[in-house]
């Protein structure tokens, strides 16, 4: 009897000691990390696909280094329904620990566009395709047609269809499209990506600013053009309004509004914006020479903002009819003045701090 007992106890010590060692195994193999020669590459998990397919893929690719240990971790201590479909890219060194981990919290790797406040949509067409043209083919990627050309997307600019309820006369989506940062599908097209930014500014958009604007005896489409104005000329939303009311005041007395992005909008309409205004660039006649021509341009000149589309609607009121920048804040801000000779002492101080910059 003793005998049994004594031979039962080393039995089960032995199967203790077994599963130790196997648990041991199992948590040493997950834990350590190593090197493997996909760390620049993405690899797609299909949906579908299986725990052990997954993990079978995986030690194949050398990224898991034992698909046993693997597997024998997700049965006895993880989630082995857990694993996601996704585009993966796994990082050199690596544990199977991190990797399983990667999989159960998903990873789809999706395209981030930012279109910064007063972008055009000439600066819009070509962040999209140098955006979408130039992504990777990744592994099981679908075929998929090229993204559309810079020109080709200008021209579905043109199609204002989409907002033709808010502003009928627009030539082009310049301006109603929203600036801020995108989430796309690495497939998207053009027209979605168009159609998203056009949507987002439709969202923010309130019906009562469309009475707001005839209540001024405005336009939606002007009340974007002059928000688009604002936009381009500060990026303080405080000075906004004051901004805005020179416009206004401008636009009262029949003075030139003399905005000079407005020659920088000509250029990229032109094809030939090289990132410096020239003399030729204030004198093109153009409608949308605000230096030449009394009154607003035909049409917005960038994109816009809520905080824009506020001052364009709500101008504080003030006599001011000019401005210049504030080099002594230097923070984006302008001294405003309501007579030619005290604007032309702004304007000299500023030429002056512009010639030291240089």
């Known amino acids: 009897m003793k ?31 190593h090197e493997h020669t996909h760390s620049a590459e993405f690899i797609r998990i299909e949906k579908g696909s299986t725990p052990r ?20 971790y997700l049965r006895l201590f993880g989630d082995s ?28 790797l999706t395209v981030k566009l930012t279109i910064p406040e007063g972008f055009t949509r000439f600066d819009i067409a070509k962040r999209m395709a140098e955006k979408f043209g130039s992504l990777e083919v990744l ?23 989409l907002i033709s309820d808010i502003s009928p006369r627009a030539t082009s989506l310049e301006g109603y499209m929203y600036p801020t940062t995108y989430t796309f599908p690495r497939d998207a097209k ?11 500014f439709r969202k923010f958009w309130k ?30 939303e405080s000075e906004r309004p004051v901004v805005a009311s020179v416009i206004y005041n401008r636009l009262g007395r029949g003075i030139p509004l003399g905005i000079d992005q407005t020659n920088v909008y000509i250029a990229k309409m032109q094809g030939r914006w090289d990132g410096v205004i020239n003399k030729s660039d204030l004198a093109v006649d153009s409608p949308y020479n605000t230096r030449i021509h009394v009154g607003l341009p035909p049409g917005p000149i960038s994109s816009v903002t809520e905080s824009s589309i506020r001052a364009a609607l ?45």
């Open 3 to 33: 005998r049994t007992l004594a031979a039962v106890f080393i039995i089960l010590l032995c199967l203790v000691l077994a599963a130790a060692g196997a648990a041991y195994w199992i948590f040493s193999s997950v834990k350590t990390a």
């Open 53 to 72: 397919q997954i993990i079978d893929r995986l030690s194949s690719e050398g990224i898991i280094s034992s698909s046993a240990a693997a597997n024998l």
């Open 81 to 108: 329904q857990g694993l996601q479909a996704g585009v993966y890219q796994f990082k050199s060194p690596i544990s199977t620990l991190e990797v399983l981990k990667q999989l159960e919290k998903g990873q789809d």
């Open 139 to 161: 592994d099981g990627d679908a075929p998929r047609e090229p993204f559309a050309s810079e020109p080709d997307i200008l021209k579905m600019m043109d199609d204002t269809s």
């Open 190 to 200: 053009a027209g979605d990506v168009i159609r998203a930014m056009v949507e987002q």
């Open 207 to 236: 019906p009562e600013w469309t009475a707001a604007a005839s209540a001024k005896g405005r336009t939606p489409n002007e009340i974007v053009t002059i928000a688009s104005l604002i936009e381009t000329e500060t990026s303080v």
């Open 314 to 358: 709500d101008p504080a009121q003030t006599d001011f009819l000019y401005y210049v920048r504030n080099v002594d804040a230097n923070d984006g801000s302008h001294w405003f003045y309501a007579s030619a000779v005290e604007f032309e002492r702004g304007k000299a101080k500023y030429q002056k701090w512009l010639a030291s910059q240089r």
